[in-house]
């Protein structure tokens, strides 16, 4: 077992338990919230996963888990948006530690990979990520000040 994997296991046992928690138990906002932790939580796990395997394959799985993570929690925003109007959720603090938690993978991936279209990869993800999540979050608190309809 070398570091990597052992850093992935920590990552998808504690984002995974944290989500679990949250779908499981409280209110509807919550367990949004839940699930766009799940996503935030499950890229990093992949990409140190295919770090520890020396599997590109599991980059290019958590580059689409990226993209469609978020854009699965903007449809349940907007599904969702009558019941979550009465009572949105407030999770800045979970947001930032997730992107926080994405952004440290990828640049600790990026210093291991050196200059290649790997480390280009890695950077997209890196935003897709961080941006996706900072979005779908702003998205189920309410939407975007001066925007029609959000």
Not at 67 to 91: N, Q, Y
Request: charged fraction near 10%; proline fraction near 5%; include cysteine.
């Amino acid at each position: 077992m070398n570091g990597w994997l052992l850093t992935a296991g920590a990552v998808l046992a504690g984002g995974g338990a944290a989500a679990l928690f949250g779908v499981a138990t409280g209110p509807l906002r919550r367990r949004v919230v839940a699930q766009n932790l799940s996503t935030a939580f499950a890229c990093p796990g992949l990409l140190l996963l295919a770090q520890a395997y020396d599997r590109p394959s599991y980059v290019d799985v958590a580059l689409v888990l990226a993209l469609l993570g978020p854009v699965g929690t903007l449809v349940f925003a907007r599904l969702l948006a009558e019941d979550l109007a009465a009572d949105p959720p407030r999770a800045w603090a979970v947001t930032w530690a997730a992107a926080g938690l994405g952004a440290a993978v990828v640049l600790v991936l990026c210093a291991a990979t050196g200059p290649s279209r790997a480390l280009v990869k890695l950077l997209v993800i890196g935003a897709l990520l961080i941006g996706g999540n900072v979005i779908a979050s702003r998205a189920l608190a309410g939407g975007f000040a001066g925007v029609r309809g959000g």
